[in-house]
């Protein structure tokens, strides 16, 4: 009985255990300062090719830098907590 209930929950649990490994991706991108710095890098590259305008490229901006003041913020409370 209980093999028959793991045959049946098996795709659920694969899709649960993928769904939970995208978000640790996503968690880690979203807080990684390399990261965040190369999408500041990028979007100054844009801004001086003309691809955006200077009111979306000012609102990009101040997007990203509050990301990576908070993913700063959050990796030196981690060392700190580590010492």
Known sequence: MFLFDD??????KSLVWLAEKIGEVAD???SDV???????LEL???FEMDE???ADYQ?????????????AD????ARDRGR
């Open 7 to 12: 045959l049946l929950l098996a795709p659920v």
């Open 52 to 54: 955006i305008s200077e």
């Open 74 to 77: 959050q990796e030196s409370g």
């Open 59 to 71: 609102r990009q901006e101040a997007e990203i830098l509050a990301r990576l003041y908070a993913a």
């Open 34 to 40: 390399d990261v965040i710095k190369q999408k500041l």
């Open 28 to 30: 880690r991108e979203f």
């Open 44 to 46: 100054q590259l844009k």
